[in-house]
């Protein structure tokens, strides 16, 4: 199992290497690695497979070119001299980006990954307050037992006016939380549960501003213009939405003052 899964990585490597050639063209571009493509790969399982998916090159999926671009469209830009990231489970096609934009600092985090900076598990992150900038985190919630627990860690560590963006994957009208994490797991290396701990809805941004956060949702029209999602590979629900957190100068959750 551990030879497949290191040829499955060699041959990823190879492919990435001879994209440009493969998929040459410029009907599509990613905004990410900033290159132009014939097409972009397939994603998703046999059953439900997504066309127009996967960037050649950086391997980048639709959600990530779509907070890419809204990052970029921030009047006030979402990266500072100072700015402080933490990225949970990072993306390897927005780590590159992330690192290069981060000028204060950029840390990686995950509990289970060993190609992470630190190891921790976010309903309990060994940072103090206010001691962070921007947190991105995306597609993790579904995974953590108590996800308004890590969210009210986020918001702990971020300093007044920091960011978060806490996607998730949308798939019921309302949220659904199960009571009990599955005793199987996904792979001999994905020790994740086989099944997501809970099935958000967009409901979801209630229980971001729960936690303190002025939330907005942001969607793919008001990132780019409708005639541009096929070019960008952002056109098929894949793209989700963004959740966009803002923490307030005056923290309203203390009840001190």
Request: glycine share 6%; net charge positive.
């Given at each position: 199992m551990q030879f497949l899964k290191g040829l499955e990585t060699r041959i990823r490597r190879v492919r990435n290497q001879l994209a440009p050639v493969?998929?040459?063209g410029k009907q599509r571009y990613c905004p990410i690695c900033d290159r132009s493509?014939?097409?972009f790969r397939k994603a998703g399982r046999a059953h439900n497979r997504?066309?127009?998916a996967i960037c050649p090159a950086c391997s980048s999926r639709e959600r990530d070119r779509l907070v890419f671009l809204f990052l970029q469209s921030l009047q006030d830009?979402?990266?500072g001299l100072q700015t402080r990231l933490l990225h949970v489970a990072p993306e390897p096609c927005l780590r590159t980006r992330f690192t290069e934009l981060a000028k204060g600092g950029y840390l990686s985090a995950d509990i289970y990954r060993k190609d992470v900076d630190e190891h921790f598990d976010v309903m309990s992150i060994p940072h103090p307050d206010k001691s962070f900038s921007a947190v991105f985190c995306s597609h993790v919630l579904q995974d953590v037992m108590d996800d308004e627990k890590a969210i009210a860690e986020f918001f702990r560590i971020l300093k007044p006016g920091?960011?978060?963006i806490l996607n998730v994957p949308l798939s019921t009208d309302y949220t659904i939380d199960r009571e009990k994490?599955?005793?199987r797991t996904r792979s001999k290396y994905d020790k994740r549960?086989?099944?997501y701990l809970r099935s958000y809805g967009p409901d979801f941004a209630v229980r971001f501003a729960r936690?303190?956060?002025d939330v907005r949702v942001i969607h793919r029209e008001e990132v780019a213009s409708p005639k541009d999602f096929s070019s960008l590979g952002i056109e098929s629900p894949g793209a989700g939405e963004i959740f966009y957190g803002i923490k307030p100068i005056t923290d309203r959750t203390d009840t001190t003052k």
């Amino acid at each position: 199992m551990q030879f497949l899964k290191g040829l499955e990585t060699r041959i990823r490597r190879v492919r990435n290497q001879l994209a440009p050639v493969l998929y040459a063209g410029k009907q599509r571009y990613c905004p990410i690695c900033d290159r132009s493509f014939r097409k972009f790969r397939k994603a998703g399982r046999a059953h439900n497979r997504r066309p127009n998916a996967i960037c050649p090159a950086c391997s980048s999926r639709e959600r990530d070119r779509l907070v890419f671009l809204f990052l970029q469209s921030l009047q006030d830009g979402a990266f500072g001299l100072q700015t402080r990231l933490l990225h949970v489970a990072p993306e390897p096609c927005l780590r590159t980006r992330f690192t290069e934009l981060a000028k204060g600092g950029y840390l990686s985090a995950d509990i289970y990954r060993k190609d992470v900076d630190e190891h921790f598990d976010v309903m309990s992150i060994p940072h103090p307050d206010k001691s962070f900038s921007a947190v991105f985190c995306s597609h993790v919630l579904q995974d953590v037992m108590d996800d308004e627990k890590a969210i009210a860690e986020f918001f702990r560590i971020l300093k007044p006016g920091g960011w978060a963006i806490l996607n998730v994957p949308l798939s019921t009208d309302y949220t659904i939380d199960r009571e009990k994490e599955s005793n199987r797991t996904r792979s001999k290396y994905d020790k994740r549960p086989d099944e997501y701990l809970r099935s958000y809805g967009p409901d979801f941004a209630v229980r971001f501003a729960r936690a303190g956060f002025d939330v907005r949702v942001i969607h793919r029209e008001e990132v780019a213009s409708p005639k541009d999602f096929s070019s960008l590979g952002i056109e098929s629900p894949g793209a989700g939405e963004i959740f966009y957190g803002i923490k307030p100068i005056t923290d309203r959750t203390d009840t001190t003052k």
